[in-house]
C-alpha cells in the first residue's frame, strides 16, 4: 500500500465507514448483505459479529429476497434501513447490486447502500471485491475504531 497523504485520507474514511456499518451490524442487527463466504470471512476479520447474509447460499433469488424481507422488515422502528447491500463494485457487482435493490424496494424495504459507495471511491485502485478487505484489516481498522486484535478465524 502507498502511503501517500491521498491514500491514508481515503483509508480514512473507508475505515470511519466500515467502522459505523459495523456498529451497527454488532449493536442494532443491521444486517450485511455480501455475495460470497469469502467477503463474509474478510468482513469477519474486521470484527463484524452480526448478520452477515450471503447471496450465493444456493437459493433462488426470490427465495432469498423473501427472506430478507421476512428476517429484517422493510425499515427500524425509526425509519432506518434494516440492511444494506455490499456487493463487489467490479461489473458482475454492480449487476446483483442494482438486482438486489430493486427487488428489495418492490417489497418497499429501505436500503442503506452509502457503505458500497464510499468503499467504492476510497479503495477502487487498491481493490473492487468484499473479500480482499480482509487483506486491508491492518490498515482499515485504525480507523474503524477497533482495539480487539485481528482474528485469522472465519
Not at 42 to 69: C, H, Q, S
Request: hydrophobic fraction near 35%.
Amino acid at each position: 500500500m502507498n502511503n501517500s497523504p491521498n491514500t491514508i485520507e481515503r483509508f480514512e474514511k473507508a475505515g470511519k465507514a466500515l467502522g459505523v456499518a459495523r456498529q451497527r451490524n454488532c449493536d442494532e442487527g443491521f444486517a450485511i448483505i455480501i455475495e460470497g463466504p469469502r467477503d463474509k470471512i474478510a468482513l469477519k476479520r474486521l470484527g463484524f459479529t452480526g448478520p452477515l447474509e450471503v447471496v450465493n447460499r444456493g437459493w433462488g433469488m426470490d427465495r432469498f429476497i423473501a427472506y430478507l424481507y421476512e428476517r429484517y422488515g422493510t425499515r427500524t422502528e425509526d425509519r432506518k434501513a434494516t440492511m444494506t447491500l455490499l456487493m463487489d463494485w467490479d461489473r458482475t457487482g454492480g449487476r446483483l447490486q442494482a438486482n438486489l435493490r430493486r427487488r428489495l424496494e418492490s417489497f418497499d424495504v429501505q436500503i442503506d447502500e452509502e457503505l458500497r459507495r464510499v468503499l467504492m471511491k476510497t479503495l477502487k485502485p487498491e481493490t473492487r471485491v468484499v473479500e480482499s478487505l480482509g487483506g486491508l484489516a491492518g490498515a482499515l481498522m485504525p480507523h474503524m475504531g477497533v482495539d480487539a486484535p485481528l482474528t485469522s478465524d472465519s
